[in-house]
């Protein structure tokens, strides 16, 4: 593969670059849409990392061997269709185009037949765990008619993959399903510890969690799962929309999964009023300390 595109320079498109480079691979390019704001994070991270940039979707995608789609979940339906277009029109035909978004199987299959028709090789790809601090070594499972293909072009990446489907969809389905949980978890243990800290009783509900689940420091963890929810909420909300969607494909009610969606939406709004240097870390002492403050400040 000689030259590879990254659509999408967040977390794992950032990662992916980095990661490439490391493996010899120097003929990359990469667009995101936020590279119109030469302050945006995305324009920042690309220019620290001396990552080319491309100025739209079309130019990154000429001649590229390669396509890696990581956007938002909320993008990836535009995303494929800007890829399908730069493909019919600039080329060149048989790409590889690797989805990495975390959508709902109905909404993999339609990114797939827009892919399709232009000429390029749709890849179905479920990232099975948080893309750091694995990398390229993080599990995906491929789906779809060319996933074996790809995976045997692709062996010098040493990818943590397996062909799980020769149809798109069903790795999708892992994914969402493993999300209902995931996401709502982090949902749930936000909502648990702010209202234990509000009532003065913290150390004691996570201390009663013990019995529940042992094995689990739950200071650590729900520092961990807060901070996640305060930094990507927007992009996890994104992602339930398309999990909701996943349940009611398959005939059930997305109750809980509606929930999540507000909450994730929440702690976004309320992380983009926090020191996100902060928050990073996951220190729960410390996350509570800033929400009691703006809560203060608040009323």
Same mark, same amino acid.
Not at 160 to 167: I, L
Not at 222 to 229: E, N, V
Not at 236 to 242: F, G, I, K, Q, V
């Given at each position: ?64 061997? @390669? ?11 535009d995303a494929a269709g800007a890829i399908a277009a730069a493909i019919a029109t600039t080329g060149p035909r048989g790409a590889f185009v690797v989805d990495m978004n975390s959508v709902a ?45 790809? @995976? ?26 493993? #999300? ?25 509900? +996570?201390?009663?969690?013990?019995? @529940? ?13 807060? #901070? ?30 509606? #929930? ?23 220190? @729960?002492?410390?996350? +509570?300390?800033? +929400? ?8």
């Amino acid at each position: 593969m000689r030259r590879i595109a990254l659509i999408g320079y967040g977390e794992v498109g950032r990662s992916l670059a980095r990661d490439l480079r490391a493996k010899g691979i120097d003929d990359l390019v990469a667009f995101d849409v936020a590279f119109a704001d030469p302050a945006s994070r995305a324009s920042r991270a690309a220019a620290e990392d001396r990552t080319p940039v491309a100025e739209s979707t079309a130019a990154a995608v000429r001649d590229a061997d @390669l396509v890696f789609d990581a956007v938002t979940a909320g993008s990836a339906l535009d995303a494929a269709g800007a890829i399908a277009a730069a493909i019919a029109t600039t080329g060149p035909r048989g790409a590889f185009v690797v989805d990495m978004n975390s959508v709902a199987p109905a909404t993999k299959v339609a990114a797939a037949e827009r892919v399709e028709a232009a000429g390029g090789r749709y890849v179905e790809a479920a990232v099975m765990s948080p893309w750091p601090p694995k990398g390229l070594r993080t599990p995906l499972l491929l789906g779809g008619p060319h996933a074996a293909a790809f @995976l045997g072009a692709a062996g010098a990446l040493d990818l943590d993959a397996q062909v799980y489907a020769d149809r798109i969809g069903p790795a999708s389905s892992v994914k969402m399903c493993r #999300s209902i949980m995931v996401k709502g978890v982090e949902a749930i243990a936000m909502e648990c510890v702010t209202a234990a800290d509000a009532y003065g009783v913290l150390d004691d509900v +996570l201390a009663s969690l013990k019995d @529940l689940f042992p094995g689990i420091v739950w200071t650590d963890k729900a520092g961990y799962l807060t #901070s996640r929810a305060l930094i990507h909420g927007r992009r996890r909300a994104e992602e339930m929309r398309e999990v909701c969607r996943t349940i009611e494909d398959a005939g059930f009610e997305p109750v809980m999964t509606r #929930s999540t969606v507000v909450v994730q939406d929440r702690a976004a709004d309320i992380g983009a009023t926090l020191d996100r240097a902060k928050v990073e870390p996951g220190d @729960l002492a410390a996350i +509570l300390a800033m +929400l009691r403050d703006r809560r203060g400040r608040r009323d």
